[in-house]
């Protein structure tokens, strides 16, 4: 039978309980080391409701802007799930601290029809697939004020609202761009369409350069699109800063990149410098369901590259 905390305590005095240092956690018996991991929550998730891990719950209050659990320095909790009168929310699956250190808490800005796309849905599972914590959070209620207390912002390729990019364009937060739209708001791209950014169809293969950032271990032509879409297959791609490291190409133009990745400190499009480490990830989200393995394990590594790599 799950252990619930008392819905009476408050978030501080709970932070206060997860520094000990043997709380019982699901699973592992009790007696584990742990740290306590606080969650700063979007505006779109204020409204209160439960965070339920392990054999464990906390209690969120309306108004609250953060929530405080307690995690396993060796040993993985089974999940972190979010639970409101508006949704229900995985946002965490085998998350466990590393050398003491919380894991990252990943802000995921969507389309408003978050929770039953399935492009949403494979962003979110490959990134919870690295040991983060994703919060999704709609476009339309999205702002600057939600990056406080993140480590990074991943824009999906749902995302419709033109001014969300243009906001993080000098945000100190690293950003992973996956809707090629957004690339001329946020200095990665020029503001020609066909010429600065695209999509070509159908298409199925791309082109990893090896041993750059978010390659994978790949090389060479690689099925990004599986062969069940037919005609739906898409490779969205720009044509990034020059100091850009060109991931993922077209094969048919290698100008036209599908996945690159910036370093802090690069110049961007416009003049600006980039304040944080930027990448994109593009692709169509009618093609989710059709998305390979391999480009699963590129999204992976440009999320661990962009994010969890200094």
Known sequence: ??????????????????????????????????????????????????????DSSVTVVPGATSFTISVPKTDSIFSVQWISNTDTVLIASGISATNGVSPKV?????????????????????????????????????????????????????????????????????????????LNSLGLSGSAAGKDFGSRNPADTVFVNPNRPGSAGLSGLTVFVSAQSDSLGHLDWAVPPPGAAKTVV?????????????????????????QARRAAFLFWQGDAIYTTSQAKQVFRAIVRWTFLRN
């Open 250 to 274: 077209d094969p048919a133009d290698t100008m036209k990149t599908q996945a690159f990745c910036l370093e802090t400190g690069a110049a961007l499009i416009g003049g600006d410098i980039g």
């Open 106 to 182: 990943i802000l995921l800005v969507t389309g408003q029809s978050s929770l039953k796309n399935v492009a949403d849905s494979l962003l979110c599972a490959q990134m919870r697939k690295e040991g983060v914590v994703v919060l999704p959070v709609p476009d339309t209620l999205a702002g600057v004020s939600d990056t406080v207390g993140m480590d990074g912002i991943c824009i999906s390729t749902t995302a419709q609202l033109s001014t969300i990019p243009a906001a993080l364009k000098n945000s100190a937060k690293p950003v992973i761009d996956c809707n090629y739209r957004f």
């Open 1 to 54: 039978m799950k252990r619930k905390l008392s819905a009476i305590l408050s978030i501080c005095m709970l932070g206060l309980y997860c520094s000990c240092a043997t709380p019982p956690v699901a699973g592992n018996g009790g007696g584990i080391e742990t740290v306590a991991l606080v969650v700063s929550l979007p505006k779109s998730m204020q409204h209160g409701g439960e965070v339920v891990y392990g």
